[in-house]
């Protein structure tokens, strides 16, 4: 920001010193027409260019001048003071102003002089003896440092903290980042006074970024709408037109909304119908975004149906075995998340892509596991096989509640899955939400082309449509059995690790999705993972829909009723396999 | 419909003198409910004789399981139907007789409303749901604790048998049927209490709960009860309408064929098995003093499956056997040694089905008798 100017460096002090010496009524006095014909006379672009040469001196003169009253200034001086500076359009000002705000700036005893305090830690300052490491704010050069008793604060109060803002917002407006202009343009729209619709005014004629020229527009229109000529606060509300800003929502319907003695907030009748149709639009798209929020909450909860029923879309879609131990295989993949954890405590961000190889891994084996040693046996026999790997589920949570205690298990959300994306002031979505959604369908894609686009797939599809004629063909129907078991338990344990990042983690995790993963697999047609991925997501949407009006509770009895209802009129699901494979 | 009561009695001695193991539970049940009251009663509380009040209890509460075990038994063990949802329809009796215990409390409860229950004093309720109507009426409780059940039954099986779904299919749906009841119930607003369910229940019928007379009379009721419930379902089983059921459970589409009304004799069945463990779970509620929401949890309901499957599908009083095996099992583990349980139940599950697909019942006697009919699932 600071270039050297070494020749006007020493000038500099001299003056500041001799004007902090010869008190504060001069210094007033050589700052007042300054002050007064900033604003106009220098637009705001100019704060990111150094100060013309040969106006340097004069333009330093009177920082420092206005520096050295701040001082002695009451709280309301030192608005006035604030207001002056920043009028100087001087990069060096933002400086200071920033060290106010944060309770950096401070004054010498020894000599009166304004200083800024580099904060404690930052550089190679020896905080340990209390030293503070000064700097000048004229020239930024280092003063020297002083312990923290020969110094006093400029004390600032909350509504100085407020101005200051506004004030460095001004600065920041000329900043080439978008993100910092947009968040200054922000600040200034919190407490926006004349002074400050001037400035903005001046600077939407050069900004270049939508986002922030439209940010302003609303600003400024709302301001506008305050204005005493019906012709400029028409202008306003159709500049506001569109706009989903909750602060433009609220005062168009003060407007036109009619108090007690039939006056309306706003007088003029054309205004007032442009503002009508300001607020009708608005709602229009509001509800239009709603909508979309619906949806994409639908979408991402039925994603969650989906993750959790795809793994059995597989072992009791293809295979026609029912395993009630599929809850546990992803409790075993939330734990395994859990582990990795706690084995990389600093790579938290890695752990997630480091668990999901491993939890399939971990619950795959589980899987052929239990293949091998149980479901083998009771092929043919879904009931008793479905007793079995009830037994399954009993001992692995009971094992998980032994070895990792009964509480739920904290597991970290990486950075990079936190927060949410803004899409605009009514529509936000959280990422791991949209994570989910992502991940659901990348992970069905993957399934969908192990099945139809590997050998792997091709003889679980064998197996499963004839199992005698694969056999006589050369297919290691025991192999193939145990592989398609591990297939669908792995796919549960990747489930485990995305759910560990939406739920708790607790041996209770995999009971509570056992129901709904089997009423998926049925609603969306057996041995079609087609029917999984579409069913899991609309039963999801049809459960967000009905949220509102019912409660989460009520709007899932509602779903599984409906499911079981469905189940009645077509036992074979959305999309019934066609063909002999349908027979059994 | 004029058959004498003489052509039942026949009907009845000839059913049992095929019934070797019935004989000897009807036997041993009645050997029961005449010691335990005398062991109760009649020696002093130091003796070693003497059988605990608590005891005389779990010894009901394990008759009320096994009346559930014998009407799980009959819909899976004779006609094929897995239910994974019977304890919604023990819950539901539960319930019912629930609400008239509730009612009958009147001002005795901690706010001392003389009609509402204490929970809906505590929800701010100005007056009794309409549902509630009647409960402080003995008779209509009564008929609750049949209706409810029984309807539920009827129009869940009539929907389910009419479009075929069965199989496995029907097993999810009845679980998902449970799960929905128990969300349900855990509901605040749905006026049954919330989670905590009811308890506390002062008297029935105007006797104390408390006293050792009413619970030995609830005893014995219980015991009668299931008594009666073993020999109408052997009755049932033993007529011909028993062997067309026993023929859908073999083959299905060939009684369907022969001519018979395959979805009539599995809907009365699935009805009448409902109405059974509703009435199970009216005689559960007064001896245990309480009936929450878990009671409709689906992992309970498994575990009456697994009774049956331990004690032996299709003998009716293997049903028995299993539900009083399981249930001592759980009593004992979860006193001594409480992680055991799970592993224990768990291990039960897996080894029954691979290695006892009879039951303990099959495994000890009358092989012959099984190895005649081949269980189909």
Same mark, same amino acid.
């Given at each position: ?168 917002? %001004? ?17 200034? #729209? ?69 108090? @007690? ?12 119908? *442009? ?9 229009? @798209? ?68 480091? *668990? ?13 596991? !239990? ?25 692995? %949570? ?155 509770? #009520? ?8 499911? !079981? ?20 | ?68 075990? =014998? ?5 899976? &063990? ?61 008779? +209509?409780?009564?008929?609750? =604790? ?47 209490? &919330? ?62 064929? =022969? ?5 009539? +004799? ?37 575990? =009456? ?56 019942? &099959?495994?000890?006697? &009358? ?11």
């Amino acid at each position: 920001m600071t270039r050297p100017r070494d020749c006007t460096v020493s000038l500099i002090m001299l003056l500041a010193a001799v004007v902090s010496i010869a008190g504060v009524p001069a210094a007033v006095r050589a700052a007042e027409p300054i002050a007064a014909t900033a604003p106009a006379a220098v637009p705001p672009a100019v704060a990111d260019q150094a100060p013309p040469g040969d106006q340097a001196p004069a333009r330093d003169q009177g920082m420092a001048a206005l520096l050295a009253q701040l001082p002695e200034a009451s709280y309301a001086d030192k608005r006035t003071l604030i207001g002056h500076l920043t009028a100087l359009r001087d990069p060096r000002v933002r400086g200071v102003l920033k060290a106010m705000l944060d309770g950096n700036l401070y004054v010498r005893s020894s000599d009166g002089r304004v200083l800024i305090a580099v904060p404690p830690g930052e550089g190679q300052g020896d905080s340990t003896d209390n030293q503070l490491r000064l700097l000048d704010p004229l020239t930024a050069a280092a003063a020297g440092t002083a312990a923290a008793e020969d110094l006093s604060t400029i004390g600032v109060n909350n509504q100085l903290r407020k101005v200051l803002r506004v004030a460095l917002a %001004q600065f920041d407006l000329a900043s080439p980042d978008t993100a910092v202009r947009l968040a200054a343009v922000k600040e200034m #729209l919190r407490a926006l006074d004349t002074d400050g619709q001037t400035v903005l005014r001046e600077r939407i004629k050069q900004e270049t970024d939508a986002g922030v020229k439209r940010e302003i527009q609303v600003g400024l229109a709302l301001a506008d709408l305050d204005a005493p000529d019906a012709a400029t606060r028409l202008g306003a509300v159709r500049a506001l037109s569109g706009s989903l800003n909750p602060d433009v929502y609220n005062r168009l319907s003060a407007m036109v909304q009619p108090s @007690s003695d039939g006056s309306y907030g706003e007088s003029d009748p054309e205004v007032r119908a *442009a503002a009508k149709a300001d607020l009708h639009s608005i709602e229009r @798209s509001r509800t239009f975004y709603a909508a979309i929020q619906t949806i994409l909450y639908g979408l991402s909860q039925g994603s969650v149906l989906v993750l959790a029923a795809i793994g059995l879309a597989i072992t009791f879609g293809v295979m026609g075995v029912i395993n009630m131990a599929h809850g546990e295989l992803m409790m075993l993949g939330a734990y395994t998340t859990y582990v990795v954890q706690l084995l990389m405590p600093q790579h938290i961000g890695a752990s997630i892509l480091v *668990a999901i190889p491993l939890a399939f891994l971990v619950s795959g084996l589980a899987g052929i596991a !239990i293949e091998r040693g149980i479901v083998r046996h009771l092929y043919g026999r879904p009931l008793e096989t479905l007793l079995a790997t009830f037994g399954v589920s009993l001992i692995l %949570q009971q094992a998980v509640r032994d070895i990792f205690s009964a509480n739920n298990r904290p597991v970290e959300t990486p950075e990079w899955l936190a927060g949410s994306l803004q899409i605009n002031e009514v529509l936000a979505i959280t990422y791991n939400r949209l994570y989910i959604i992502v991940f659901t369908f990348a992970l069905f894609l993957v399934l969908l082309a192990v099945l139809k686009r590997t050998r792997l797939g091709l003889e679980v599809r064998a197996v499963s449509q004839n199992r005698a004629m694969a056999k006589a063909m050369g297919v290691r129907t025991e192999w193939v059995d145990a592989l398609t078991f591990g297939l669908g338990s792995g796919i549960a344990g990747v489930a485990g690790v995305a759910l560990s990042q939406l739920t708790n983690v607790g041996p209770n995790l995999g009971q509570s999705y056992i129901v709904d993963s089997f009423m998926v697999v049925v609603f969306g047609g057996v041995g079609n993972l087609w029917g999984t991925e579409v069913g899991g997501n609309a039963l999801g949407v049809v459960n967000k829909l009905l949220e509102p009006y019912s409660g989460a509770v #009520l709007a899932k009895i509602f779903v599984l009723v409906f499911l !079981i209802l469905f189940i009645q009129r077509r036992p074979r699901g959305l999309f019934p396999q066609k063909g002999r494979a349908a027979d059994g | 419909m004029t058959k004498s009561s003489a052509q039942y009695g026949s009907r009845l001695t000839a059913a049992l003198q095929a019934d070797r193991g019935g004989r000897l539970f009807l036997g041993t049940l009645i050997v029961v409910s005449a010691i335990v009251p005398l062991l109760n009663l009649l020696p002093s509380p130091a003796s070693a004789l003497h059988l605990s009040n608590y005891t005389v209890t779990l010894i009901g509460k394990y008759m009320t399981y096994a009346m559930l075990a =014998i009407a799980v038994d009959l819909i899976w &063990g004779y006609c094929g139907i897995l239910s994974l949802g019977h304890g919604a329809f023990f819950a539901l009796g539960g319930y019912a007789m629930g609400m008239y215990l509730m009612r009958q409390i009147g001002t005795r409860g901690v706010y001392g409303n003389p009609i509402l229950p204490d929970f809906m004093v505590f929800l701010n309720w100005k007056e009794l749901p309409w549902f509630w109507e009647g409960f402080n009426a003995f008779p +209509y409780a009564l008929l609750m =604790i049949v209706l409810v059940p029984g309807m539920l039954a009827l129009v869940f099986g009539f929907l389910a048998f009419r479009s075929r779904v069965s199989g496995v299919y029907l097993s999810i749906i009845t679980q998902a049927l449970t799960y929905a009841l128990m969300l349900a119930f855990f509901r605040n607003d749905m006026g049954f209490g &919330g989670n905590n369910g009811f308890t506390d229940f002062k008297d029935i019928l105007g006797f104390s709960l408390q006293s050792s007379a009413t619970r030995i009379t609830l005893f014995l009721v219980t015991a009668l009860s299931l008594g009666a419930c073993y020999v109408l379902c052997r009755l049932i089983i033993a007529s011909r309408a028993g062997r067309v059921i026993q023929a859908i459970r073999d083959a299905e589409n060939r009684a369907r064929f =022969i001519g018979y009304r395959v979805e009539s +004799y599995k809907l009365w069945l699935f009805v009448l098995s409902a109405v059974l463990s509703g009435i199970a779970g009216a005689l559960y509620v007064p001896q245990v003093g309480i009936i929450n929401p878990s009671e409709f949890s689906p992992a309970n309901s498994i575990e =009456i499956v697994i009774w049956v499957a331990i004690g032996g599908r299709g003998t009716l009083y293997g049903a028995v056997v299993g539900a009083f095996l399981v249930n001592y099992a759980k009593t004992y583990f979860t006193d001594a040694l409480p992680s055991m349980w799970l592993y224990a139940l768990g291990t039960l599950f897996v080894v029954v089905t691979l290695f006892l697909p009879r039951g303990v019942v &099959g495994a000890i006697s &009358g092989r012959e008798f099984f190895r005649r009919r081949a269980l189909r699932t």
